[in-house]
T-cell receptor, first 110, second 113 residues
Framework: GQQVMQIPQYQHVQEGEDFTTYCNSS?????IQWYKQRPGGHPVFLIQ?????EVKKQKRLTFQFGEAKKNSSLHITATQTTDVGTYFC??????????FGKGMKLTVNP | NAGVTQTPKFQVLKTGQSMTLQCAQD?????MSWYRQDPGMGLRLIHY???????DQGEVPNGYNVSRSTTEDFPLRLLSAAPSQTSVYFC????????????FGDGTRLSIL
């Protein structure tokens, strides 16, 4: 079945650093979504990418969908302590199932 | 606007007991789903529904039943609780099945002794 893999699973950065996390699917996706979950909270929708090669920005966050629609990336610029949490990507292939990756847990050293 | 409401927030069960986790949404969303979240495993889809009267299995359906008699409600039943079902359960909904952001409830933290 469809699998979504995220790398790395853990990321520790100094405040102010940039970093990128990646999401790879075993199948071609119709869309990919990104969510953020704060400790003790529930996942909150950040963005959806639908078109091949699409790039979207939200302030310091840049999201990209690969040309083959099988991978995606999230780049955070100038990381802040408010960015702490777990970031999930989730993809839909040919069915209604939305399959999540295992998440990337971000910690920030102030 | 309440969004997605899950009850209870916490529950402790003994092995072999049954229980129902409740999920209700007031946004008239067609699509609803249940996920379980375990450390290091991300969110795994248990069951989902594309509309009232229609349900289907996700990645990890064994040991769970669902029904969707109304648009608003999507309860998850544990038939005979096992320690492996100790987890945090999230219900989510979206306007339609495809290309829509998911709205999550606050979760139910379930422990099976």
């Amino acid at each position: 079945g469809q699998q979504v893999m995220q790398i790395p699973q853990y990321q520790h950065v100094q405040e102010g650093e940039d970093f990128t996390t990646y999401c790879n699917s075993s199948t071609t996706l119709s869309n990919i979504q990104w969510y953020k979950q704060r400790p003790g909270g529930h996942p909150v929708f950040l963005i959806q990418l639908v078109k091949s090669g699409e790039v979207k920005k939200q302030k310091r966050l840049t999201f990209q969908f690969g040309e083959a629609k099988k991978n995606s990336s999230l780049h955070i610029t100038a990381t802040q302590t408010t960015d702490v949490g777990t970031y999930f990507c989730a993809g839909q292939g040919g069915s209604e199932k939305l399959v999540f990756g295992k998440g990337m847990k971000l910690t920030v050293n102030p | 606007n309440a969004g997605v409401t899950q009850t209870p927030k916490f529950q402790v069960l003994k092995t072999g007991q049954s229980m129902t986790l409740q999920c209700a949404q007031d946004m008239n969303h067609e699509y609803m789903s249940w996920y379980r979240q375990d450390p290091g495993m991300g969110l795994r889809l248990i069951h989902y529904s594309v509309g009232a009267g229609i349900t289907d299995q996700g990645e990890v359906p064994n040991g769970y039943n669902v029904s969707r008699s109304t648009t608003e409600d999507f309860p998850l039943r544990l038939l005979s609780a096992a320690p492996s079902q100790t987890s945090v359960y999230f219900c989510a909904s979206s306007r339609t099945a495809s290309n829509q952001p998911q709205h999550f409830g606050d979760g139910t933290r379930l422990s099976i002794l």
